[in-house]
């Protein structure tokens, strides 16, 4: 059985108690500074879906687009053109796989529950896109390495999820309610991800993260 306290990213126990609300705990490592929801208070894989169900991210929805060209404009300029890329956690409207084929890129997609074909996960690509995804890993540390690995020498990691900002702003944080939010990452453990795998940093906004192979 694993330990309730050991960080799913760099596997290091004894994560210490960082916030308590009416539904979870929330731990935050002394290592790589995730702050995680231990797997106790996971959802069940059926009671997930169903959240995830509820979002409608229409491909053709111009709010969603904005929010997307977030992580599209700057990957756009890290990437060369005619890139192949992956979309991982695409989810139920696969919109940013839409918008680089349209900038003429090449994609794949991919989501345990909305496009679960893993054949995808065998190929090498240019570029892997995770956005709003990352947040919702159980085995964040297993999974981001394996998107690593599908990355050429030179390919971009392009990541959004919203950042920790400090043990203050996390008590009114909307977006640790999210019952699927089990994990949150701040730029501390966005630059020990990077040491660790000697990527390439930068951050982009509020919210977006680039790491270069
Ligand atoms: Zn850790």
Redesign the pocket.
């Known amino acids: 059985m694993t330990d309730s306290t050991q ?1 799913p ?2 596997n ?1 126990t004894g994560g210490s108690p960082f916030f308590t609300d009416k539904r979870r705990e929330y731990l935050r ?1 002394t ?2 500074a ?1 702050v995680f929801v231990p797997s106790s208070f996971h959802l069940s894989v059926v009671k997930e879906r169903a959240e995830y169900d509820k979002h409608e991210n229409a491909v053709e929805d111009p709010g969603y687009r904005r929010f997307l060209s977030r992580l599209l404009v700057p990957l756009n300029e890290a990437i060369a053109p005619a890139s192949s890329g992956l979309d991982f956690g695409c989810g139920p409207g696969p919109a940013l796989a839409q918008m680089l084929r349209e900038g003429g890129h090449s994609m794949a997609i991919y989501d345990p529950f909305y496009a679960p074909d893993t054949a995808v996960l065998q190929h090498s690509y240019d570029f892997v896109t995770a956005t709003e995804v990352v947040e919702h890993m159980h085995k964040p540390g297993d999974d981001l390495s394996r998107l690593w690995s599908m990355l050429r020498p030179g390919g971009t990691l392009a990541v959004m999820t919203k950042l920790v900002l400090g043990a203050a702003a996390f008590t009114t944080w909307h977006y640790k309610n999210d019952p699927t939010h089990v994990c949150f990452f701040s730029r501390e453990t966005w630059q020990w991800w990077a040491d660790q795998n000697t990527a390439e940093m930068k951050f982009e906004g509020a919210d977006v993260i680039l790491l270069r192979k």
């Open positions: 960080c990213l760099c290091a490592c290592y790589c995730l």
